[in-house]
Structure formats: C-alpha cells, structure tokens
C-alpha cells in the first residue's frame, strides 16, 4: 500500500500528512448500498409527478417499405386515450448534434413512413392509466407496402458492404508471409446478434414547465450529451432542460444516447402539457435500439513450426442497418495481442434491415478477441504447443501497431498468477483426455484487452458548515461505483473518513462530465475529484493561516496540518463557523493534465473529439488480463457448464477492490452468457428478431455460474490516470469467450467457431 | 371491453391501504403506480426475470403475473417492508457482500433471498444458485449473491 | 390487455357455471393467463378467480395411489415428503420447472392446461397466421424459426411443443385427471393438434380441473425426470424424459417400465415402442440405447430442429440409466 501512495505523492500529489490507511484503495462498501437494498434508490420512471400520463410504442410489423397508413378506428376512441402521435401528427424537431460533434442539417423525424426494420416505431398513444395506453396501442393496427428486406447477414439479398478505411490496419506484407509460413491456418469465427439487456428497461419521463423548460427523467450514461440532444430538438438552450439520472439500472452502453422514443415522449408531454411516461416493454427494448452488430471474421495466421507468428491476415465485418453506419472494429486485439512482423487488417460494414448497431461492453474487443483467441488456441494445436506457451512465446513486448512501448502490461504477470491458482501446469494437452464420469472437462485460456480512454473531467467539491464534504458532478454511476470512489478519493485528498463524504451524480445541472463509456470513467473522475479536493485543502489552510477570522492566522507557518477532518486540530465545521462561513467550494478540471485545449469544455463533455487516444502521447495504454477456464460437457446431450474460472487482471491501481472485483466478475459473467447462451434471432422471412423476451433470449441465470476467482496482477500506471488507475469494466468480457470455445475443444476435440456454444452444435 | 373497477383493501407490509382500480391492473403496477411504493422494480413485466418478486403469505411470488384483486385478504411484503427499523440480515449481507451494482435487480434478489433461506433452500452453494435462478442479475453480482445468501443463512442457523 | 370483469368464485358450482360462460376464463395462480392476456393471446371478458376454494389443494394419500388438488401449488406438491418418495418422477418433474417464485404461485391444474411457447403463437401482433389462435389462418412457424418446435406429434396444422414437465411425468405414471365427475387419463387428456389445433385438452366448457390422481406402483417408486437445456435452470426442456422403472431383484432386468419424453412433441409423448423394447430384458447398455432409439420413431424434423432427433433418444437412455444406478445405490 505504501508503494501506491508513493506514486500518488511522486511529485504530482501534496500529500502532506493526511491520514494513513488511505480510503482510496480501500474495499469500502458503497455508499449507495442503503438506499439500494432498502428499495429506496428511485430510478427514472419511478418518480411521480403530477397529473402523468402514459405513452405506449406501436412497432412496424415489417422490416421494409412504407407505412401506408394506421388503422386506429378503436384506439383513439378507446377509454383514456389523450393522444397519438404518429408520422402524420408527429412534427418535425430540429436537428441534432452527433457524438463527433457534427450537427446535421435535416430535421430529427422520430416517426417516419419509411420503414427499415421490424418493430420501427410507427406510432405512440398516450392515455391517463399504463392499462389503457397498452390496450389503446394494441388496437392500432396498420397497412403497408412491402418492400423486401434484407433480414440479416445471411440473406441472399445482402450486398457486400463497405470498407471501413479508417480502421484498417497494415505492416509488412502479410500476404507473401502469409504464402511464404511453413505453418497456416485459416478459419471464420462469427459473433450473433447480441442485447445489453440491462435489468431496467429503458423509457423516460419528460415533463413541460411553460414551452421551454423540460425537465426528463431517464437512466442516462452521458448527461451532457442527452441533455444537449433534447434541448436542440426542442430549440431550446442548454440550461432549460434538466437530465435527472442518479440511478442507473444498468447500461452495459445501451443509455448513453437519446433513441426516438425519448423525443416521441417529449413531443407528447409538451402537446399535452402533461408528464408522460414513456416505459419501454421487455420486448421493445431489442429493437428500440441496437445492441452488439453480427460479426464475421476470416483470420489467417502464418507461423514456423515453432509456433512463432510470421503474419496475421484478418478481415472483419459486422451488419449495419441501412440508415446509419455503426462500425464494431474487428481488428483491434489481433493487432495488439501478439507480436508478428506482417500484419494485415481490413473491415466493412454491410446493411441490413436491422435497428442501427450500438456498444454493447467492450464494442470491437470483445468480437475481436473472439476470432484472434481463438485461432492462436487453434494453432497451438497445429504446432504441438501449450496453448499458454504460445501465447508467451509471441508475447508482444510492445504496441507493434503504433510501435510505441506500453506503459504497464502485466500480461505476462497474469497468464503466470492465472495459471498457477488454475494448476494449468497439470493439463493434459491432449483433446478428450480429461473426463469424469459422463462429463468431458476441458481446460481453455485466453487473454484479453481493452484500451485506455482518457478525457478530461471536472468536478466540485465542498467542505459544508457541519463539517461534511460534499463531491458534486454529473458523472453517473450505473453500478461501476462512482459514488463511492468519488468518496474515497475526497477523503483521502481532505484527510477525512469516508462517511462524511456525501456525492451528488446524476444531474445535468451538476459540474458536467464526460459519457461513462469505454471504461473511463474511474480513471478521469478520481483525478478531477482529486485535484478539486486537494484545492478545497489547500484553500482551507489558505484561509486558515491568512483569514482575518481564522483562530490560527498568528502562527509563524507555511501550512497547517489537516488530518481525521480537522485542520490544526479544529473540526472542520467549527472552523468554517469560526470564520463565519457556510462552505468552501472548488470547481476544478483536469484539462491542463490531458493535454487538451480548455477553450470548447462542453465539447470536451458532450463530445468524444477530445478523447484521447490509447497510444497518445509516448505509450500505448491498455489493460489487460487472462482467463484460465474449466468446462464440463456432457458427452451425450452437448450441454456446456462452466465449472471453474480464474482471471487475472490488469487494471492499474484499483481504488476500490471490492467493486473492481464485482466488475470484474461481471463482465466475466456476461462473457459466459456470451459464450454459451445469447444469440438474436431472426426469422428469415420478415427480419423480426424471433426470441425478443429473457425466456428466449438467455442471459445467465445465477446456477450457470461458478465461483469466479479474480486476480489483481496491475501495478500503477501513471500515463494512464493522475491516481495511476486503468480501465475496469469492460477489460473481463474480453477473453472469455474464446477461453471458453478454447475450453470446449479441449474438452470434447471439436471446435466451435460460432457463437453460441449451444448443445445442438455439440451434439453431433 | 369491461369498464368494471374495483376497491380492493389491501394488507401490504402490515398496514391497510385501500385503491380504486380496475380488475386488470397487476400487483406491481398497483404497487408501483398507485401505492407509491417503487421498491419492486419491473424488469419484464412477463414472469422471466424476477424483479418484480414479493411475498405473498409469506411466500415469494411475481408481482407482475398476479393482479392487485388476487391479493385481497392476503399479507403482501415488499423489500419497503423489510427490516424497517434495522437491517434484516439478508440485506445486511447483500452489502457486505456487495451483492448487487446497479441495484436494480436487488430487491427482488433480497425478497426472494429471504424467501429462499425460510423455505430451508439454502443448505449449500449450489442449492442457494439453483433455488435463486429466478432472479436474474445483468451486471453479474451472482457469485456475491450466493455469499451474502450463505452467510445470512448461517447465521440464522 | 383488455380490462375485463373480475368475479371470486366460493363454491365449485359457482366456478364451473361461470367458465361456462362465454369469454370466461379461470384464474389459478395466474401465470398462463395473465400473461396470454399480456400478449394478446387471449382477452377474456371475465377472470374468475378460484384460488379461494376450499379443500381443492390437498395431498391425499391412500392404499391405491394420492390424489393431489388441482389447486395445489406446484412448490408444495414438489417438496411434499411422499410425493418425493413414491411419485419422485412428479416431484422432480415439478421442482426443475420455472422458477422459486412461478412454483409458489402456479398451480397442479394450472399448470396442465399452460399453453405452447411458439413466438409465433404468443405474438399476434406480429404474426396473425396461427391455427391455434385462429383455426384455418395457417401456421407462421411452418418455414420459420424452428428450433424449439416439435418432432413428435405435429400435424401439417401446427407443430408447437408443449413445454410442460409435470405432464410428462403425469403421462408416464398412468395419472388421471379428474374433472369432478370424470376422470380422463392423462394420456388423453392432451390431445395432438391434428386439423383442430385450437384443440389441446380434453375438457369440455364448464369444466374445471379438481384433482390429480396418481395410482401407487412399483415403476411410480422408482421413477425420474430428467430435463435437458441449455440453461441450468429456468429454461423449457429442449428435451426431457420421464422414465418409471420396476426392475427384479437382479436389479438389471425390466419388470415393467414406463417412459415419455417431454420438450420434443405436441402432447406429452408416452413412448411406448420404447417400454416394448426394453419389458423383460436385461438394461445393458446396447439393450437401453437401441430401446430409446424407438423414442423418435415417427419424428418428423422441422427445419431447425434436427438436433431433438439425436438428443431425446439420449435423455432417454440417461433416464434409464440414472435410475438403474440409483437402484443400486
């Protein structure tokens, strides 16, 4: 510990003599554990406001063509029926400001009569009571013309897409090493349609104060960005819309936009001048917006019979819809993981009649890991080889893309912690070597990675007149434990214990903060907490040795000490009462510190321009870690369970293991579901995703999982983050896949290359 | 298409409370959208995730496949209800253990949690997974559940 | 769902007269019903409500066999110390279903009359061709998503699985149901689809489920369900077995047994090629896989499920087997 809060005090912290048994890095419990497990913690739609109605989704019954007209002899008529917005009533809002910061020029049509996929909006009916608006909706019927569709990836309709420039990736010349390799092997691996399905379905309450303040309720992973959306569809400015967001169940990267349905419910409460509540159902929530995009990758390795890379040949894809372009960049962990003097990665996207694809934990990694984890496991068995001693054997020793150092990889760390808690050493290479009665067991490892994202951020904090800190932003916390990191931190800058630290997240008219997206959170909020405590430190004791008031202002000092929440052994609400003050506040941001420009903060917040990239600068930021996994298949029935998992990772400094760990477990957790389970499906013929409900589409339940050991393996990396952290929650999903599939071919000698490893493709 | 409502008198978590509703509105819709109690959470409205699980007569149910009518003259117990002066130690070993993140899942899996342990469904890890399958948890607290479960549970041994 | 009227049946009478009537539709435990209603499948126009009758949730064991309340709880039933010891197919067929929660509230007479999982059943808004729903508009799930749909029983009207657990092992134990007056043998009392898939169960309008009844036997001592799928748990079977198994005191031949399979076929499937085969032999392994191999006879695959054709002979087998072992233990 005392080797941490040597790098924290490495000329860039004034630690002075604040308290030992420093809370950040503690596994302090979270502080918003009370509210949580009394059901006291109000999430979006549970706030009441007066006078609420009810808005109910109709979705398009077909993948394409035109909304001919709506058929509502009944539902407008039904009892409580207030209003339905369709195409026709639904007015044009102004347009919107992407997430690169580009304003578009075509005004933001929520209903439309052109349809592109299957459950597209086409309608909202809003009613005094949920009962009715459901109903109401469910009378409402339409006509179409039909337009043929493209259903998925798999429809003979389906073009070939575009390449994607931007993302591909080339050294040397694979090609001619891949012709050249003594060793090759050439497979596609494919990823399906997968959902976030957080637990709380999304949906919003908007509410009208006059025309021209709205005020939404809704779970929201990137304030500054919603909050900009709603306020230019509705022309209004910034500070006349109010995002009120502090509990989040759940987002996984599914609540960090505003989809249709968000402004379709804004629209319906300024025309009735009432609240409306907007719920999304269960089965809406798959195609209301998009989740991870079907992937297909063709990987090509070229290798000498020892198992040494020689090329790497990737080609990726994933669907897109035929509105908007979302890419889920392939390439990424084959480019990274292993060092290979050819290297060669392209990537396109092909349209389907699909809702348009969005990030779904770990967007591009965890596909990519998927393919290049699972060829090098499939070469290690061309070659003879352990499938860890190929995995050392072409250990990368730096960024050969960027060919630039890494700043910490503990990987080699990890595959060595992992492998002795798992006993990997006693693995029997062979396939089908390893049974117990009629279960096959099989022991797989893979690694994962995930990049560092770094913007900067900004924070408040306070010293209150009762002594009490106060921690104040939009930053939100979904479950990662922002509350309470955010507490630990300001103790442990201002010297008190963390109970008296109290943080206020959610809201846009709060200090503004960059999305919760791409694991970096943590990392940028700790350093803005951190610098504005230290400021509200450093002000106490400016105060305390200069203000007129001040008990100690005739001490012959530079400073005063500040411990246990006193200063100079003052409790810190008596002193501010001493100076006839209510509070000292300090608003501090960490642009200086990230090396970028102050001039546009709201950009910096309600943007991703300013992020910085994982090599900027002089190093090549990543986290890192190994899973090591046993499975048990039934050599009759195909069924695949996980019996054991131990992860090693490397995430940094941890400023609270405790929550790390959670993370950790449950990403790997989404992994196994991954793995084994989740899978959209589509019916061919009319582009519906068939299994939209949790009873067909399968999340892991509680007995599918094991107990999980994580290993902390990363030491501080300050390139990465002011307190020396990197990212945590989207690194464990990476990996576990491929360790899995790597698991089931050990175990049963056949290897799967599609997801879901489900019986039926075991069975044989 | 009925425009039958009914005045129910219901018994939730020891008190009396009376609401005007029409036959068709759900336990959980009453309870989060006319009772004012938003501790039981809707994470499907189908009777696939758990969330919305309470006890009824003591036994854990969904609130989102039984009406508000069904439940006249039965005790119904909501996570409000649940250790009202002092934690009950079921939630005390939830955030001990951190057995939940973003908390959205978690009454349900403390409802269904106590639930379990009274039915005598807690005598071993594996039996603690099985008998709380359904709730499920999207961040992935499971590992955590079954600890705060079996300490809970034994300790009330 | 469409707001409907909501009446509390006291008496058996008053229940059976009011499902008489049209658009009536009876509340158990209100797990099919309300969520039928939820997709639109079904809008009744009266729920009545008979969860507050009296004396039909009793276990009641005699010298012939039990009869279990059709408003018995499916968790009560499970953990009920003779139904475990003596009808352990039913026990175990019961406590693999669903979740904690949905045991605690459906019911044994609920739970027989559930209704098929088909998407394409349970989504009228999407798919309007549905023989089940409406005779004679066709079959959406013929040519679509499959992989869940029936080998076994299905007709060119429809090939819906019937998802249920305890009807299984209701079919292999020779159960009855009992409906008042007349008792139908579980066998029967699911039907195949045929031209009238609307058509599941042999109950007349006016009818209510009142009993179970299980007839005592040396197969029902010894008997087993065992439920495959994907999930460990809260999952429908992507095949299932019931299998009741009386064997000599060699404990390897087969006095009398009993097998149907479950998650594979429009009814509950008593697999009786299956029993022929296995009646008087000696379980050795080749006697038990070429006997389950008979479980599929007749299938017919429809587009993604091939995979039920390899996996249900196996559950079978394993059935056996498990209960062969447990006889020795």
Excluded at chain 1, 304 to 333: M, P
Aim: proline letters at 5%.
């Amino acid at each position: 510990m005392s080797g941490q809060a040597d790098v924290l005090t490495e000329g860039r912290v004034k630690r002075g003599d604040a308290g030992d048994g420093a809370p950040l890095g503690a596994r302090v419990s979270r502080i918003d554990g009370m509210a949580k497990i009394r059901g006291a913690a109000t999430y979006a739609l549970e706030h009441r406001p007066a006078e609420m109605a009810h808005a109910v989704l109709v979705g398009s019954t077909i993948a394409a063509g035109k909304l001919r007209r709506l058929l509502d002899t009944s539902a407008a008529a039904a009892p409580g029926v207030r209003l339905i917005l369709t195409a026709d009533t639904m007015p044009d809002l102004r347009p919107v400001t992407n997430w690169l910061g580009v304003r578009g020029d075509k005004p933001y049509r929520a209903l439309t009569h052109t349809i592109t996929f299957q459950g597209q909006h086409i309608a909202a009916v809003v009613a005094d009571t949920l009962e009715q608006a459901t109903e109401a909706a469910r009378l409402l019927k339409a006509e179409y013309d039909i337009a043929p569709a493209i259903a998925d990836l798999d429809d003979s309709k389906v073009g070939p897409g575009t390449e994607v420039d931007a993302v591909a990736m080339a050294w040397g010349d694979a090609d001619a090493a891949l012709e050249a390799a003594p060793v090759k092997l050439q497979q596609e691996y494919a990823t399906p349609r997968e959902y976030n399905v957080p637990i709380e379905p999304h949906g919003l309450i908007a509410a009208w104060e006059g025309a021209d303040r709205l005020t939404v309720w809704e779970p929201s992973q990137w304030i500054a960005f919603m909050t900009r959306t709603y306020a230019e569809l509705f022309d209004l400015p910034f500070e006349n819309v109010r995002l009120i967001s502090p509990y989040i169940g759940g987002g996984f990267g599914s609540k960090a936009f505003v989809y249709p349905y968000g402004a379709i419910a804004a629209q319906a409460a300024k025309q009735l001048g009432r609240p409306v509540k907007l719920a999304v159902t269960r089965p809406q929530t798959f195609t209301a917006f998009g989740g991870r995009a079907e992937t297909r990758q063709k990987v090509a390795l070229g290798a000498t019979r020892d198992g040494k890379l020689l090329a790497i040949r990737h080609r990726g894809l994933n669907e897109t819809s035929v509105t908007d372009t979302w890419v889920e960049r392939c390439g990424e962990v084959a480019a990274l993981m292993y060092a290979t003097p050819n290297f060669s990665s392209k990537h396109r996207v092909v349209p389907v009649n699909t809702v348009t694809p969005s990030a779904l934990r770990a967007p591009g990694e965890n596909p990519s890991a998927w393919a290049i984890e699972s060829a090098i496991d499939e070469l290690a068995y061309e070659v003879g080889l352990d499938p860890l001693e190929i995995r050392l054997r072409n250990y990368a020793d730096h960024d050969h893309h960027a060919d630039k150092p890494w700043s910490t990889r503990q990987l080699r760390e990890a595959f060595a912690a992992g492998a002795e808690r798992f006993g990997w050493s006693k693995r029997n290479p062979a396939p089908r070597s390893m049974r117990n009665g009629h279960h096959l067991i099989g022991w797989g490892v893979a690694a994962g990675m995930y990049p560092m994202r770094r913007t900067a951020g900004q924070a408040m904090v306070r010293i209150l007149g009762d002594g009490g800190v106060e921690v104040v932003s939009a930053a939100i916390d979904m479950g990662q434990g922002t509350y309470t990191i955010l507490a630990q931190t300001a103790a442990e800058a201002l010297g008190v214990p963390v109970e008296r630290v109290t943080v206020r997240l959610g809201d846009s008219t709060l200090p503004l903060a960059p999305v919760a997206g791409g694991s970096q959170l943590a990392g940028l909020m700790t350093g803005a907490v951190h610098k504005a405590a230290l400021a509200a430190r450093d002000e106490l004791i400016g105060l305390g040795l200069n203000d007129p008031k001040s008990p100690f202002r005739d001490r012959q000092a530079n400073t005063l000490p500040v411990a246990d929440g006193r200063i100079n052994g003052m409790e810190f609400g008596a002193f501010l009462q001493a100076l006839g003050r209510d509070r000292i506040e300090c608003l501090r941001d960490t642009f200086a510190e990230n090396g970028i420009s102050s001039d546009d903060p709201f950009k910096n917040y309600a943007t991703i321009t300013t992020m910085r990239a994982p090599t900027d600068g002089e190093v090549s930021v990543h986290s890192w870690c190994a899973h090591f996994i046993e499975v048990k298949v039934d050599e009759d029935f195909g069924t695949v369970r996980v019996s054991r998992v131990v992860s090693a990772l490397d995430c940094g400094r941890i400023y609270n293991p405790k929550l790390a760990e959670s993370q950790w477990k449950g990403g790997i957790i989404m992994g196994i579901g991954q793995a084994l389970l989740e899978e959209g499906i589509v019916d061919p013929r009319n582009g519906r995703v068939i299994n939209n409900n949790l009873g067909d589409y399968l999340i892991a339940t509680n007995a599918d999982i094991p107990e999980i050991e994580v290993i902390s393996v990363g030491v501080p990396d300050p390139h990465a983050s002011v307190l020396g952290g990197k990212g945590v929650g989207e690194l464990p999903i990476v990996g576990v896949a491929p360790a899995i599939a790597n698991a089931v071919f050990h175990a049963t000698g056949k290897r799967i290359r599609d997801l879901p490893i489900t019986l039926e493709k075991l069975i044989g | 298409m009925s425009d039958s409502m009914l005045s129910l008198s219901l018994e939730i978590n020891g008190q009396r409370r009376v609401l005007e509703v029409e036959p068709r509105v759900t336990l959980l819709d009453a309870l989060r959208e006319h009772l004012g109690l938003t501790g039981t959470k809707k994470g499907c409205d189908q009777g696939q995730c758990g969330a919305c699980t309470v006890h009824v007569d003591g036994q854990r149910v969904l609130a989102c496949l039984t009406l508000a009518a069904q439940v006249e003259g039965r005790a119904v117990a909501t996570i409000e209800g649940l250790g009202e002066r002092a934690l009950h130690p079921v939630q005390a070993a939830f955030l001990e253990n951190d057995a939940f993140q973003c908390g959205y899942c978690t009454p349900g899996q403390i409802m269904s949690a106590v639930a379990c342990i009274r039915e005598g469904h807690a005598g071993s890890d594996d039996e603690i997974r099985e008998y709380m399958s359904g709730n499920l948890c999207r961040c992935g607290a499971y590992p955590n559940i079954v600890a705060a479960i079996r300490q809970a549970a034994e300790a009330s041994r | 769902m469409r707001n409907f009227n909501y009446l509390r049946a006291q008496t058996v009478d008053e229940a059976q007269r009011a499902a008489a009537q049209a658009g009536a539709m009876l509340l158990a435990g209100g797990t099919t019903l309300l969520d039928l209603a939820k997709c639109g499948v079904t809008a009744p126009e009266t729920v009545v409500d008979i969860t507050h009758l009296q004396g039909l949730d009793t276990i009641a064991y005699d010298n012939g066999g039990v009869t279990i309340g059709a408003l018995a709880k499916m968790s009560t039933v499970a953990a009920d110390r003779g139904i475990r010891d003596r009808y352990s197919a039913v026990s175990e067929a019961l406590w693999q279903a669903a979740s904690a929660q949905l045991r605690n509230m459906a019911t044994i007479g609920g739970n027989l009359m559930q209704r098929t999982r088909c998407p394409y059943f349970r989504d009228p808004a999407s798919f309007s061709a549905c023989n089940k729903r409406n005779p004679g508009s066709g079959c959406a799930a013929i040519g679509g998503v499959t992989r869940n749909h029936a080998i076994l029983g299905t007709s060119d009207t429809c090939i819906a699985t019937n998802p249920g657990d305890l009807a299984v092992a209701l079919v292999a134990l020779d159960a009855e149901v009992i409906l008042g007056a007349r008792r139908v043998p579980a066998d029967d009392f699911f039907l195949l689809p045929g031209a009238t898939p609307e058509r599941e169960h042999a109950i007349e309008p006016g009818e209510i489920i009142t009993a179970i009844r299980i007839p005592e036997s040396s197969t029902a001592r010894n008997s087993t369900y065992l439920k495959v799928r994907d999930r460990q748990s809260y999952e429908f079977a992507a095949a299932s077995a019931a299998v009741a198994m009386d064997l000599d005191a060699d404990g390897l031949t087969v006095r009398d047994i009993r097998v149907a399979l479950g998650g594979v076929a429009t009814k509950p499937w008593r697999a009786h090629a299956v029993e022929a085969a296995l009646k008087g032999k000696k379980l050795s392994r080749e006697a038990i896989d070429q006997a389950a191999a008979l479980a599929t006879e007749g299938a017919v695959v429809q587009g993604d499920n091939r995979y039920k054709l390899a996996l249900a002979p196996r559950v079978v087998a394993r059935a056996i087997i498990n209960l062969k072992l447990r006889g020795i233990a």
